[in-house]
């Protein structure tokens, strides 16, 4: 009800005439956690007026939660990205904004499908790659997720995520999804990743992968193993362990990446084949009924 109220056409003027960052970014991001998608307040937002009063006037966690926001619901936001990436504008993120606030902006640009030069340029300096290595696994895997995805150079970022303790980090604190989209990652941009991808075969992680995660978290993590010719006995180990389980839980686009990955790393498996196509048998009879 309360957030009926607010998609008003005289209350959305009233709120942008009267508020101000903070009320912009903890309405928006509110609405954002709740699951709800786009509406006619993001739609002032992401106005001239709206979106250089925020990135002016607004916090480094303020213009974060508002971009995250904006992105979850699915809101392109070119306006408010476009402001966001002014050179100023990121200075004054990734010198005065927590870590958080640098990884989630540059992850709501890659997402929205926004060019962010400037801002990946930034991300990729080794002051603020040295702040964001202390940050937590998901915020790390966001940020190199974000580069990989906007095919933006990251050579000082990818080293340090290669790092060996970094990589330990990752695997101890990070879950099954911030482990596989940092690997997906670094195969994506063509980076070394030797610790990583050695890390990534190890029983312990894989049963977090594995057993834990998604088909999605498999899918990604054994596509990007095969991208980057690395041997991974392990995990096709743990793959065919619980091939039933994963093939039938799985989408089919999913499935079939995992099924192409093991064929080029040259490894085949009549079970966990013959459960690629049991799936999508499936989906094909779900989808005629």
């Known amino acids: 009800m309360w957030f009926e109220v607010l998609e008003g056409e005289s209350v959305v003027q009233k709120f942008v005439r009267e508020g ?105 300096r080794k002051d603020v790659v040295q702040k964001l290595v202390n940050a937590f696994p998901q915020d790390i895997s966001n940020a190199i997720w974000a580069m990989a995805t906007m095919g933006a150079e990251a050579r000082n970022l990818a080293s340090t995520v290669d790092s060996k303790d970094f990589v330990q980090k990752l695997v101890q604190q990070g879950k099954s999804q911030n482990i596989s989209n940092t690997v997906w990652a670094m195969a994506t941009m063509g980076a070394e990743a030797r610790n990583l991808a050695i890390a990534v075969d190890r029983k312990d992680v894989v049963q977090k992968i594995v057993q834990a995660g998604k088909t999605q978290d498999i899918s990604n993590t054994i596509w990007a193993m095969a991208a980057m010719r690395v041997e991974c006995p392990g995990l096709i180990n743990g793959i065919k362990g619980d091939a039933e389980r994963i093939m039938k839980n799985g989408d089919i686009q999913h499935v079939s990446n995992i099924a192409y990955a093991l064929a080029d790393l040259g490894y085949f498996e009549k079970r966990v084949f013959g459960a690629v196509v049991g799936q999508a048998e499936r989906i094909a009879r779900e989808a005629k009924e």
Request: hydrophobic share 50%; net charge negative.
């Open 20 to 124: 101000n960052p903070q009320a912009f970014s903890n309405t928006i991001w509110a609405r954002a956690t709740l699951g709800l998608k786009g509406t006619a307040l993001a739609s002032a937002i992401d106005t001239k007026e709206v979106a250089e009063y925020l990135v002016r006037e607004g916090k480094p966690q303020e213009i974060s939660n508002t971009m995250w926001a904006m992105a979850k619901m699915g809101v392109e936001a070119r306006i408010l990205a476009s402001a966001v990436d002014r050179e100023e504008v990121v200075e004054k993120l990734v010198q005065d904004g927590r870590l958080q606030n640098i990884a989630n902006t540059i992850w709501a640009m890659a997402t929205m499908g926004a060019e962010a030069r400037n801002l990946a340029s930034a991300v990729d």
